[in-house]
């Protein structure tokens, strides 16, 4: 059995810039806190817990996070293929 292998490491062990960590960090704090209240909170107030969620998720630079890593990628794949 042959198994191929890609040219480039996983993406978790890129070394990322520090603006990317400082967003990711926070956005790991709302997605922790807010999820347990979607999950704890009533089913009637569900929807809105989540709402409110991917608000502040995006508010906080979710759009800039996935560009930069979106980018990191590119890079990483880029040079993998040279």
Do not use: Q
């Not at 909170?41 to 979106?70: C, H, P, Q, R, V």
């Amino acid at each position: 059995m042959h198994i191929a292998f890609r040219n480039y490491w996983a993406v978790w062990a890129y070394t990322k810039p520090f603006e990317f960590d400082e967003i990711a960090n926070k956005l790991d704090e709302i997605a922790w806190s807010s999820l347990v209240s979607c999950v704890i909170g009533s089913e009637a107030d569900f929807d809105a817990n989540y709402d409110a969620m991917l608000k502040e998720l995006e508010d906080t630079g979710m759009a800039d996070a996935e560009d930069m890593l979106t980018d990191i990628i590119k890079e990483r794949v880029a040079l993998s293929e040279e």
